[in-house]
């Protein structure tokens, strides 16, 4: 089993944005468990891999390719296997103007993950929006534009 540590943390999510599935699977466990908050179609409970793979693949087309998560802090309990890490998401929907500020365009958000750990790989993971996130969030996963009218997901 793998040490739980800070560094560890930050290559488990740098594996995943590799895009390569071996390295992914050397911190993610292929049964991976993931729940996504919110009030959106892609919120929810997300089982195994390849689910949660498959609503990252939508938060890219979503944003044009754009979606940062930019770490603010990570925190390990390796001895009950759990670590939290801190991050500010920011994306903005794809075709909205680039200058945008409208929050059905641009998505600024502080989130935290809480990860559980077994065997040195992640096997649950759980998201939190913190603060009025989870309004600003809605409103970026909204398919509707600030006019009223409907666009497309």
Do not use: C
Not at 100 to 108: E, I, K, R
Not at 117 to 127: K, L, M, N, S, T
Request: glycine share 12%; net charge negative.
């Amino acid at each position: 089993m793998s040490e739980l540590t800070v560094e560890r943390v930050r290559e488990a999510f740098g594996a995943l944005a590799s895009g390569d599935r071996q390295a992914m699977l050397e911190y993610w466990d292929e049964d991976v468990t993931f729940e996504i908050p919110g009030n959106h179609a892609h919120a929810g409970r997300h089982e195994g891999l390849d689910s949660f793979l498959g609503f990252l693949k939508t938060v890219g087309e979503l944003s044009g390719g754009s979606y940062t998560a930019e770490n603010v802090t990570i925190m390990v309990n390796a001895e009950d296997g759990y670590s939290v890490d801190v991050n500010t998401n920011r994306a903005l929907r794809a075709g909205a103007p680039a200058d945008s500020t409208s929050p059905y365009d641009l998505l600024d958000v502080t989130a935290l993950h809480l990860l559980r750990w077994r065997d040195g790989r992640i096997v649950e993971g759980r998201g939190v929006i913190l603060g009025d996130g989870g309004s600003t969030s809605a409103l970026w996963w909204s398919p509707i534009n600030q006019d009223g009218s409907r666009r497309g997901v």
